[in-house]
């Protein structure tokens, strides 16, 4: 008797929001959670080049401190079966303190 063992491709169980608008300063924590047989390693990538996470199997979480600035991030799963990614954009708000002008 031959146990065959499934093999599929990384797909993402637990995919982040496309957009988030945080305040000048705020902290955001972004997961990002892929499944596949064999597992997928997770990382989070800045501008598709800046690794900003080690490469985790399954699960991996993007902690962003006193952001300051807009910027654009990736969450990449892969393993020998493929390779699949999400873009994920955090756009500072510059509009969020509006002045009351007296009349």
Known sequence: MQLAVRRVPPRFSMAPESVYEVMPGASLSITCVAVGSPMPYVQWKKDMTVEMTENLITKNVLQLDNIQESANYTCQ???????????????????????????
């Open 77 to 103: 799963a892969q393993s020998t079966l493929g390779l699949v990614t999400k873009d994920v954009s955090v756009k500072v708000q510059d509009d969020w303190w509006t002045p009351i002008v007296a009349l």
